[in-house]
């Protein structure tokens, strides 16, 4: 099987986030393969090693970004894929596209990716990406069975469990209970660190020069700082009747 993997490099989301001049300070802050993405890079490597085949893991990125697919080497990836072009770099329409431009005229069996990245969290680069290929996408799977062409996933569907039949090629999104990430091994580290990564360009990619963002961020900020509790005195008559007037008045909640 051709199997690759579309992922991203993310904020360690054990990092405490410092906003500054209206954008996240990312001076000294440790960078990591995107959580749910280790779940389809788990996925990946269990398919090739029952199914056969080859796993490549792609992504769209600045240089740090190859600690994210060397991580991912280092867990048993085959091959490796880093899109470092600026001119490439931009929101969910754009990387998407970008993506649909690498896989256009290769053979693919199925793609995995992450439910959704944990700085956007907008979870919509994936399914963009299905629908530019024409290929059938199910997402938040937490589970995969594959005999011949014949795809059954579970999805999680609202604390529910749906059924997904599909067929091959097909896009995954993966997320936490379809499978135990493993730890990558020493060996499998030194190993990745010598792995040569494939980084096309632009012109290698045959990239529409016309395609840009659909949307920006304008701007970052942390939720203001909540305020002290507030214990309200008297019976029970004069606390109810004073919740009541706060809630109306102050918090206009009634």
Same mark, same amino acid.
């Given at each position: 099987?051709?199997?690759?993997? &579309?992922? !991203?490099q993310t904020f360690d989301t054990e990092e405490k986030i410092v906003v500054e001049n209206g954008s996240v300070k990312e001076d000294g802050v440790r960078f990591v393969l995107n959580p749910y993405d280790e779940y389809a890079v788990e996925e990946a490597i269990k398919?090739?090693?029952? +199914?056969?085949?080859?796993?490549?893991?792609?992504?769209?990125?600045?240089?740090?970004?190859?600690?994210?697919?060397r991580t991912a080497l280092a867990m048993g990836a085959d091959e490796a894929v880093h899109i470092t072009d600026e001119a490439l770099f931009g929101d969910e329409y754009k990387v998407s596209?970008?993506? &649909?431009?690498?896989?256009?005229?290769?053979?693919?069996?199925?793609? +995995?990716t992450g439910n959704q990245a944990v700085d956007s969290?907008?979870?919509?680069?994936?399914?963009?990406?299905?629908? +530019?290929?024409?290929? &059938?996408?199910?997402?938040?799977?937490?589970?995969?069975?594959?005999?011949?062409?014949d795809v059954v996933a579970h999805r999680d569907a609202e604390g529910d469990l749906e059924v997904v039949g599909a067929k091959l090629p097909l896009l995954v999104t993966c997320q936490q209970g379809l499978n135990d990430?493993?730890?990558?091994?020493?060996?499998?580290?030194? !190993?990745?660190? !010598?792995k040569p990564l494939d980084t096309p360009s632009a012109g290698d990619l045959g990239v529409d020069a016309a395609i840009s963002s659909k949307s920006s961020v304008q701007e970052t900020?942390?939720?203001?700082? !909540? &305020?002290?509790?507030?214990?309200?005195?008297g019976d029970n008559a004069q606390r109810v009747t004073e919740l009541v007037n706060l809630l109306k008045n102050e918090a206009k909640v009634l």
């Open positions: 099987m051709n199997i690759f993997v &579309a992922l !991203k398919l090739r090693d029952e +199914l056969g085949g080859q796993v490549t893991v792609v992504t769209v990125g600045p240089e740090r970004a190859q600690e994210a697919l596209n970008v993506l &649909a431009s690498y896989f256009n005229g290769k053979e693919f069996d199925i793609i +995995l969290g907008s979870g919509q680069t994936a399914v963009r990406l299905a629908e +530019l290929l024409n290929i &059938a996408h199910v997402s938040t799977i937490t589970k995969l069975e594959i005999n011949g062409t990430p493993r730890y990558p091994s020493l060996i499998g580290i030194r !190993k990745a660190n !010598k900020f942390l939720p203001a700082a !909540k &305020a002290a509790g507030r214990i309200i005195e």
